[in-house]
RNA sequence: GGAGAGGUGUCUGAGUGGUCGAAAGAGCACGCCUGGAAAGUGUGUAUACUUCAAAAGGGUAUCGAGGGUUCGAAUCCCUCCCUCUCCGCCA
């Protein structure tokens, strides 16, 4: 959510930075600031009138403990008319404060000035590639038919136990899935995170607080009956962890990772490009998280994108860095990056991670600060990146290491597979 | 699931209708004291809003959340949420 001061401030940058990620409804803009002169203007009738009346009601009782009873029922009676102007000031601001924010939550962050516009994935901007694609012979398989060939996922399973896009995971592929979470869990802690495990679901107040809610209500599995949300991502129980918190300054940046599931419902996304691991309903994903100062968050997202970049490269994996445009960005992101792997079975570039700057966009929700230099609270940065989602690195992995012998397993992950080959 | 107790500031904890944004202690910060430290001592120590103000400061709101009673609510009433204890169930 965008601070309201910001854009009283910035009108003229908001709009032409709304412009970028193709933003529509521009006159919230303007309705947003009337809305808050109204509710300023509101505020400071209701804090007068609320004046007035305690300050009778002090009077009220320091008469009645002198014993001058009449004095007393005498001003009592004139305190009606501030009971009601005080009754309907208050709904009024009430009533105010709730429109500004209906329509404060449907503005999207304001995208960094690095961000290209562009409507579609298309015109997201290749920061850069890396690592060679392999050359795959004309018979080389897809990751489902491998996983079918090795007896490592099986998905026609899944589907018995409970529906299309939950895969179970067996043999040498369940072990596989182990190696890689507790490889980039090693590999986060190294870079400084430290380590939580969290909830797999989450309360009303967690999702808004990362702003799934409401934008994204659909696209979240909800148990009805506890009112709870499974999460489509750790970020949102892990940047939870600092909602309604202020932070001393010198604790800067906080630094998180965790290993959870991830669920998400995927609605209305079916066809080829959806085959095998390319989309599911339940994955494995580590994240890292951090809780920035706003002068360093654009370091740290570096520094983010630099750490998942040095897992694809130790797991030896072609892949691109994309920096998205305005079109293709998430509705709370000012900057994303995302890197995806080339998978050559497939001949098609698969995302595999996404990493973000918030700035103070959920902090803003979150209530998140930290006392600055000068000892007051200010918002902090929130960043976030996968590192890394797991099915799309299997299926990457399996299909470019094939060879005759079998699938060769990165060297980095053999401590933790304990096997070189999948045959 | 059944029965009971309770939610107050960073923490402990007082406060059952006015003088309460809230005692006291601890913690923390700064100062004094000290060769240095401890002890001692002094001061300070919530958040938000504010078309009041240059600032100091002032006003308003907040004692789990929301509503109500009242001139006036941390305190009384209602609803909800949460925590703890005992019983039941259980990995």
Redesign the pocket.
Known sequence: MLQV?YIRDNREQVLERLAVKNFKQVNLVSEVIEL??????T??S???T??E??????Q??EL?RAGKKDEAEGL?AK?GTW?EDI?RLGDQL?AIEEELYQKLVLLPNLPHSSVPKGLTPEENEVVLENGAKPNLPESALPHWELAAKYSLIDFELGVKITGAGFPVYKNKGAKLQRALINYFIDEAEKAGYSEVMVPLMVNEASGFGTSQLPDKEGQMYFVNEDNLYLIPTAEVPITNMYRDV?LKGEDLPMKNCGHTPCFRREAGSYGAHVRGLNRLHQFDKIEIVQVAHPDKSYEVLEQMSLHVQGLLQNLGLPYRVLRLCGGDMGFGSALTYDMETWSAAQQRWLEVSSVSNFESFQSNRLKL?F?NAEGK?QLAHTLNGSALALPRIVATLLENNQTEKGIKIPEVLVPYTKFEWID
Request: no cysteine.
């Open positions: 001061s808050d002169d109204k509710r300023r203007s505020q400071t209701l804090d007068n609320s004046a009346a305690n300050a009778a009601a002090k009220i009782g009645m009592k305190t009971k009754k009430a202020i600060r006392r609270t």
